[in-house]
């Protein structure tokens, strides 16, 4: 049988959240995410001891960060240092990304790296590298390319991740609890 756990997962309704929150069924899970109404600057968090936390909300897109870094700081560091302050004993699972190797790159970037610095004694920082699906997200790299809009190409590499994939790679450390602090 299947232990069930409680855990908090923000951005239950985003890209990779909506479909890991279907895999989850089985557990007791609250949801917090923008698209409810709930800021994770402002919003009440539950006054409950979970057993995990799953943090996938947060803002997304190196071109959307050069237009307002402000907001990229606020929603990526601020809202993520106020919920490891205020669940400083549960396992925090972050979904960090790989451009947090190179934070002077774009205020995306940037907007990632210092959070592998806040104090926290149980969180994994699981670093993303491009996630997409059949269902691309509009206007990046996929939905130009199924679209027949890709404009342009450049020599830069890049590892790119099927959402399937990623959902099944974040049940992984969420069932190896021996599992602490940065990998990709």
């Given amino acids: 049988m299947i232990a069930v756990q409680k855990i908090l997962l923000t951005g239950h309704r ?26 994770l600057l402002t919003c009440d968090l539950p006054n409950v001891d979970f057993d995990l936390i799953i943090h996938l909300a947060g803002r997304s897109g190196v071109r959307e960060s050069i237009n307002d870094p402000a907001a ?19 396992r925090i699972l972050y979904a960090s990304s790989s451009s947090s190797y190179e934070p002077d790159l774009n205020p995306y ?15 994994v920082f ?13 206007g990046m790299f996929f939905d130009k390319l199924f679209a027949g809009t890709l404009k342009y190409t450049t020599n830069h590499e890049r590892d790119f991740i099927h ?14 609890t021996n599992l602490y602090r940065a990998f990709d």
């Fill in 14 to 39: 985003g890209f990779i959240g909506s479909r890991l929150h279907k895999r989850l069924l089985h557990n007791d899970v609250v949801g917090i995410d923008l698209l409810d109404g709930q800021d």
């Fill in 72 to 90: 990229y700081w606020q929603n990526n560091i601020e809202a993520s240092r106020r919920l490891f302050e205020r669940y400083p004993e549960t």
């Fill in 109 to 123: 970037a940037a907007s990632k790296h210092p959070i592998e610095s806040i104090p926290h004694p149980n969180v």
């Fill in 126 to 138: 699981m670093r993303f590298h491009t996630v997409y699906s059949d269902a691309a997200r509009t």
């Fill in 163 to 176: 959402l399937n994939d990623m959902v099944d790679a974040i049940n992984v450390v969420i069932n190896t």
